[in-house]
Structures are given as C-alpha cells and as structure tokens.
C-alpha cells in the first residue's frame, strides 16, 4: 500500500529553504549597507593584485607544464568514480547478485582505467613529457 503525501510532510523543507535564502539576503543586505557607509581611497597599492604574499614577478600567462594538468585530470576522474561506491555500500544489504555483480563490472572497469594509465606512465612524474 502507498503512503499518502501531504503538505505536511513538506514543511521542513520548506522551513530549511527560508532559512538559508533569508540568511544569504540578510547577507547580502548587512554587507552592502557596510560597504556603502564607508568612504573608499582608491590607492595604486591597493588595486594591485595580491597573491599569498609573495610579490609579483612577471607576467602571469606563462604556459603551464602538462604534469600539472595530467595530474589534476586523473584526480578529478578517479575522485569522481570512488564517489559511486557510496551508494552502492549504502545500500549493500539490499542488493542481491545482480548488484554485486554490477559493483564487480564498475571495479573491474575502474582498475582497467587505473593500470591503463600506469602503463602509459601518466603517474610517473619524470617519464611524462613537458
């Protein structure tokens, strides 16, 4: 038998939801009425850019080594797959075979991927190419 939903049953989301556009308009209004009292001094020191102290050297469009961005690729692609275990461990007692067999088809996939690119030499940071 269905459960019957009813508007009831939604109130605290819907409390959850106006708390947090409230917090972020107050935010947002508090900020702006500080802002917009003071009086600002536009100064050559303060319009430069600032980055974690260290003073600025050059230009800041020299091209980047593809280490950098190889490494952060594989970081994003492996981070996001170990997301999908979570659903699946969550709900591990409910599954029976076929969901098993399914986790082992993802892993199997996922380690393919991992030696594939051990194999290329993508994780061995002196064989990759500038």
Same mark, same amino acid.
Request: proline share 2%.
């Given at each position: 038998?269905?459960?019957?939903?009813? $508007?009831?049953?939604?109130?605290?989301?819907?409390?959850?939801?106006?708390? $947090?556009?409230?917090?972020?308009?107050?935010?947002?209004?508090?900020?702006?009425?500080i802002?917009?009292?003071?009086?600002?001094?536009?100064?050559?020191?303060?319009?430069? %850019?600032?980055?974690?102290?260290?003073?600025?050297?050059? %230009? *800041?469009?020299?091209?980047?080594?593809?280490?950098?961005?190889?490494? $952060?690729?594989?970081?994003?692609?492996? @981070?996001?797959?170990?997301?999908?275990?979570?659903?699946? *461990?969550? %709900?591990?007692?409910?599954? @029976?075979?076929?969901?098993?067999?399914?986790?082992?088809?993802?892993?199997?996939?996922?380690?393919?991927?991992?030696?594939?690119?051990? +194999?290329?030499?993508?994780?061995d940071? %002196? +064989?990759?190419?500038?």
């Open positions: 038998m269905e459960k019957a939903y009813f $508007a009831s049953d939604y109130q605290p989301i819907l409390v959850q939801i106006l708390v $947090a556009l409230s917090f972020v308009v107050i935010t947002m209004v508090v900020t702006h009425l802002v917009s009292t003071r009086k600002r001094v536009r100064t050559l020191k303060k319009e430069e %850019n600032f980055e974690c102290g260290i003073e600025i050297k050059g %230009n *800041a469009r020299f091209p980047f080594s593809i280490k950098y961005f190889l490494v $952060a690729i594989l970081f994003v692609l492996f @981070d996001v797959e170990v997301i999908f275990f979570y659903p699946w *461990a969550v %709900n591990f007692t409910e599954t @029976d075979w076929s969901g098993l067999l399914t986790m082992f088809l993802f892993i199997a996939i996922f380690l393919f991927g991992f030696f594939y690119i051990y +194999k290329k030499g993508a994780l940071w %002196n +064989k990759i190419q500038e």
